[in-house]
């Protein structure tokens, strides 16, 4: 599977993105998806995730209620809405393909993931 995510930009705090991540190469229905980001001088960290019929969704307890993960297997896409954003948002964010995933919270571990997309940059302003 070969991911390509985008969307990303500046925009000012409170303001609103909405990422893509478009697959190529296989379908996505057989997949977990996930989102993960990395802000400059930090760790990678876990932001969204779903199943694999995409029915049910996790998120970092730093974006729940404010980003929001879906998927449409027509278009082999997946994507991140973000709302409310603020400038601790502020990173490299990529998407990622996990064909197999086991363990409690193994969604959140970004090893678990198979295939990955290389990063689009969000920027929020203060």
């Known amino acids: 599977v070969q991911l390509q995510a985008s969307g990303g930009g500046l925009v000012q705090a409170g303001g609103s993105l909405r990422l893509s991540c478009a697959a190529s190469?296989?379908?996505?229905?057989?997949?977990?998806m996930g989102w993960f980001r990395q802000a400059p001088g930090k760790e990678r960290e876990f932001v969204a995730a779903?199943?694999?019929?995409?029915?049910?969704?996790y998120y970092a307890d730093s974006v729940k209620g404010r980003f929001t993960i879906s998927r449409d297997n027509a278009k082999n896409t997946v994507y991140l809405q973000m709302n409310s954003l603020k400038p601790e948002d502020t990173a490299a964010y990529s998407c990622?393909?996990?064909?197999?995933?086991?363990?409690?919270?193994?969604?959140?571990?970004?090893?678990?993931?198979?295939?990955w997309g290389q990063g689009t940059l969000v920027t929020v302003s203060s």
């Open positions: 779903d199943s694999w019929s995409g029915g049910t969704t």
């Open positions: 190469g296989r379908t996505i229905i057989t997949y977990r």
């Open positions: 990622a393909a996990a064909l197999h995933c086991s363990g409690s919270g193994c969604y959140a571990r970004g090893y678990e993931y198979n295939y």
